[in-house]
């Protein structure tokens, strides 16, 4: 059975930074490309990036909102794919979830989320 | 910036079918985009039901069916059934550097 389950969520303040974890399993994380995805309190999904396989060199990329702050990265030997938020911002409180992507144009299977909220 | 537009709220009886849309601010929805749609319930992780503008995603019923109606792409349910009442995203795929824009989602209510 696939499951992503997220972790590293909880309460920071702004400016700080954060580490959230997706870790896999029921398949052969090493295959899949990863996307991460967030949806603030009451409001729509919103893409935030994704990290190829190393098959398809492992490289990233990241929506404009979150460009240059946010980077994503993955360990296949522990099958975790791993977002990494710095300078946070009020702005990116939200439930962060990671995606599976069996392919270039889909999502399929999803973890439960985990819940960043920025405050002082 | 690329808007992909979804009606807020929508309406069905139970047994009813309707249709529910996915569209651009500028410019015609293809297949070239890849639309795929997501139900979600109140405190629950989205769940996958269409891809690539058509299939259906593991387990999801046929009466989920995916396509593209003029311009947009669409998503109908036919025979509405309770449990149907959530929450419907859309997704397009804008290409390198954009990726993914999701719509605003529509807010489904069968009664």
């Known amino acids: 059975e696939v499951q992503l389950v997220e972790s590293g969520g909880g309460l920071v303040q702004p400016g700080r930074s954060l580490r959230l974890s997706c870790t896999a399993s029921?398949?052969?994380?090493?295959?899949?490309?990863m996307s991460w995805v967030r949806q603030a309190p009451g409001k729509g999904l919103e893409w935030v990036g994704f990290?190829?396989?190393?098959?398809?060199?492992?490289?990233?990329e990241y929506a404009a909102s979150v460009k240059g702050r946010f980077s994503i990265s993955r360990d296949d030997s522990k099958s975790i794919a791993y977002l990494q938020v710095n300078s946070l911002k009020t702005e990116d409180t939200a439930v962060y979830y990671c995606?599976?992507?069996?392919?270039?144009?889909?999502?399929?299977?999803w973890g439960q989320g985990t819940l960043v909220t920025v405050s002082s | 910036q690329t808007v992909v537009t979804q009606e807020p709220s929508f309406a069905v009886s139970p047994g009813g079918t309707v249709t529910l849309t996915c569209g651009l601010s500028?410019?015609?929805?293809?297949?070239?985009?890849?639309p795929s749609w997501y139900q979600q319930t109140p405190g629950q992780a989205p769940r996958t039901l269409i891809y690539?503008?058509?299939t259906r995603s593991s387990g999801v019923p046929d009466r989920f069916s995916g396509s593209i109606l003029g311009n947009k792409a669409a998503l109908t349910i036919t025979g509405a059934q309770a449990d149907d009442e959530s929450d419907y995203y859309c997704?397009?795929?804008?290409?390198?550097?954009?990726?993914?824009?999701f719509g605003g989602g529509t807010k489904l209510t069968v009664l």
């Open positions: 995606t599976r992507q069996p392919g270039a144009y889909r999502f399929d299977y």
């Open positions: 029921g398949f052969t994380f090493g295959d899949y490309a």
């Open positions: 990290i190829r396989s190393k098959g398809y060199g492992g490289t990233t």
């Open positions: 500028s410019g015609s929805v293809s297949t070239s985009y890849y």
């Open positions: 690539s503008t058509n």
């Open positions: 997704v397009l795929y804008m290409g390198s550097g954009a990726n993914w824009v």
